[in-house]
């Protein structure tokens, strides 16, 4: 069984990472589990740059295989904010009901394809000899105009799909892993780790 080091401290997201990457012959472990706390800057300009710092980053410190996603979603109504700074966004310690809340009152005079958005999710892959590798996965949708839903995490609650009539955390967890940018970018990558590992010699 081969290691895999997620490059991720979020509990939920380990969650559903794993119920996505199920049926590759890994022991994946998130940075809390494998013992790691690094300080990495994440000051690249693109999803993809700070997926590959991250993934970089830890795969030199341990010499093991690391994953890494850098996501966001990009508010069309507000200049596809907050984007790469998602997750800093309004502070990285505010909740995410003041966060959901704020885009609500940002969005308040948008109306139709005004409220566009999308989620965006890029997943890195660093292999211990210097081979780095991304994927991407997207999903198009609107801003709700109310927060709703008590699955999923971050900005789920104001994310409405459409072709489901809810927002992201209406949904059930498989639903939304079927659908999602992490789910569609992680199964992405998950072609590239079975390759990879069916044609590792000596394995």
Known sequence: MHKVIFA??????????????????IELV?????????????????????????????????????????????????????GVYSARFLGEDTPYTVKNQYILDQCKNA????????????IACAFPDGEVVTRRGTIEGYIAHEISG???????????????????????????NQISHRGKALRAMKEVLSCHFNNSPGE
């Open 8 to 25: 991720t401290t979020n509990d939920g997201k380990m969650k559903e990472i794993r119920e996505i990457l199920k049926g590759l012959d």
């Open 30 to 82: 998130s940075m809390k589990e494998a013992g790691l706390n690094p300080d990495i800057v994440e000051d690249g300009s693109t999803f993809e740059e700070n997926a590959i710092i991250k993934a970089r980053t830890v795969m030199e410190l341990t010499g093991e295989i690391v994953l890494a996603d850098d996501s966001g979603i990009e508010i069309d109504y507000m200049d596809k904010a907050p």
């Open 111 to 122: 109306v139709g394809e005004e409220r566009s958005a999308r989620f965006v999710c890029v």
């Open 150 to 176: 008590s699955n999923g995490f971050g900005y789920d609650p104001i994310f409405y799909v459409p072709e489901y009539h809810c927002t992201t955390a209406d949904l059930q967890p498989e639903q939304k």
